[in-house]
């Protein structure tokens, strides 16, 4: 059974950086991705990358702005969001699947509990 916390979320100003982290205990997942939500909105992909680093995907929101990295001696993986804007306050999720990276929230079958962002402006 693998585990993901999530922790780094807070109250930001809009232009601000912020880190978030992800630790997963037990078995490597192959892939990881962070998805978020906002209030009365749908979750939605953010980032992903699989075991070796080989294959990263962005959203085009965010491209630019956030880097995904992974350190698999570490079992984790973190988010580096630069240049925040109040379109990215949202709830923080990371998820794990065993197969490649993919930016469907529906592939990912592992989830933490997320970690809540909010930008002011």
């Known amino acids: 059974q693998v585990q993901l916390v999530e922790s780094g979320g807070g109250l930001v100003q809009a232009g601000d950086s912020l880190r978030l982290s992800c630790a997963a205990s037990?078995?490597?997942?192959?892939?990881m991705g962070w998805f978020r939500q906002a209030p009365g909105k749908e979750r939605e992909f953010v980032a992903a990358?699989?075991?070796?680093?080989?294959?990263?995907l962005y959203a085009e929101s965010v491209k630019g702005r956030f880097t995904i990295y992974r350190d698999n001696a570490k079992n984790t993986v973190d988010l580096q969001m630069n240049s925040l804007k109040p379109e990215d306050t949202a709830v923080y999720y990371c998820?794990?699947?065993?197969?490649?990276?993919?930016?469907?929230?529906?592939?990912?079958?592992?989830w933490g509990q997320g970690t809540r962002v909010t930008v002011s402006s």
């Open positions: 998820a794990g699947r065993s197969w490649g990276a993919t930016m469907y929230p529906n592939d990912y079958p592992t």
């Open positions: 037990g078995r490597t997942l192959t892939s």
């Open positions: 990358i699989d075991h070796g680093g080989g294959r990263i």
